[in-house]
């Protein structure tokens, strides 16, 4: 019970719900939703100027359809500069940059964020954990700091901005 009342009390994402860009269906079924593999797009809310975008199956049947199927751990990533990089704040190594529930009680999906200072890149990662047992399935994306535009002296050190 008590690991009940936690999920429902963990705090909201640490970004906004993901844009939906599209879906494709990989099993057909004859009555209910088909199973699908789902593309969103999510910006880093504490970095400007990065978007990732995953791609997660979602399980059809009824028991998707209702919300009650436990999602798969196979989940792809990218993670790219759309702009100008710009950092909101202090951030620690592994930071959540996005979180999504996977199943009903006790299955999420986090999109994780780190700095290798050495080389200016924005490292994310994707994983899924399980309140008893996780999954080591992952992806890992890399965004190098650039210039962008004229302004080259205007690029920001990740390092800076790791406590």
Known sequence: MLALALSFA????????????FRR???????????KLATYGVDDPEVEGVACH????EKGGFTGWLGLAEQVSDIS????QIGPIHFKGKMEQGDDMF?????????KMQIVRGCDAKRNVLVYMVYSDKLIEGSPKNSTSSVPIM???TNESSVQKCGDFIQ
């Open 77 to 80: 990533l990218a993670c790219r």
């Open 99 to 107: 979180r999504q529930r996977r199943s009903l009680f006790f299955k």
């Open 147 to 149: 210039p962008w535009g």
């Open 54 to 57: 995953f791609t997660v199956p």
């Open 25 to 35: 269906s990989t099993v057909f079924k004859w009555v209910s939703p088909n199973d």
């Open 10 to 21: 963990s705090p909201a994402l640490a970004a906004d719900e993901p844009d939906l860009i």
